[in-house]
């Protein structure tokens, strides 16, 4: 009996590692967590209770900073308004776009700012940020940002890639974290975008990628 892909529907692969099973899309490259292994939400807020970061922590900052200087500033100005999309308990990146770069920021997080303050909004950004491999319905949020998004707007994301190979997977530190259910290719953050109807504009490969909502 074979799977389908959550995203696509293609028939999936599995890819049996130590800690878990996951579901490989050879069509969109999507890789899932078998529904087996998935945490709880309590479980899933322990995991994020553990991590502590502060905007005094000049190696965190940094860490954002990257981001913003390869996925977010070529593409926005400053002074914009600006969501950011799980934002975590420290919601440090808004507060370094509102500190340092003009940005009006709304946040939302599952756990730590329920309240849905992009309600009735557009922004000119939208950051989600090491937020994706979390989600077990990511194309459900990228329509979400889509009509989030202003004409033009930019959605930017970090997330780490998979390299589309199994042995490189299995060693993977990215899987190690439990809360982490999805993981991505560019061929899959290409097919999200067709789907959502944004157009992807810049990816390092790597971790960094960009959309415009044209």
């Not at 800690?19 to 995991?47: G, H, M, N, W």
């Not at 070529?74 to 340092?100: H, I, M, N, Y």
């Not at 970090?158 to 390299?163: D, S």
Request: net charge negative; hydrophobic share 35%.
């Amino acid at each position: 009996m074979h799977d389908s892909c959550l995203l696509c529907g293609s028939e999936t692969t599995l890819i049996h590692a130590k800690q878990a099973d996951y579901q490989y899309c050879p069509a969109c490259e999507f890789i899932s967590k078998d529904a087996r292994f998935l945490l709880t939400p309590v479980q899933e807020r322990q995991e994020y209770d553990l991590h502590q970061n502060s905007l005094e922590d000049p190696r965190y900052v940094a860490y954002f900073n990257r981001f913003l200087d390869s996925a977010v500033f070529p593409f926005v100005q400053k002074g914009r308004e600006a969501l950011d999309f799980g934002s975590g308990p420290t919601p440090v990146l808004s507060q370094l776009l509102e500190r340092d770069h003009g940005f009006t920021v709304d946040i939302y997080d599952l756990y730590y700012a329920q309240k849905k303050s992009y309600l009735g909004k557009t922004y000119d950004l939208i950051t989600c940020t090491e937020v994706l491999e979390h989600l077990n319905n990511p194309l459900e949020y990228f329509r979400l940002f889509k009509e989030l998004l202003k004409p033009n707007g930019i959605l930017s994301v970090m997330t780490q890639l998979h390299h589309n190979d199994a042995s490189h997977f299995l060693r993977w530190h990215y899987i190690q974290e439990a809360s982490h259910i999805s993981f991505y290719s560019n061929v899959t953050l290409g097919f999200l975008a067709k789907e959502a109807g944004l157009e992807m504009l810049y990816s390092d490969g790597i971790r960094y990628t960009a959309f415009s909502n044209r």
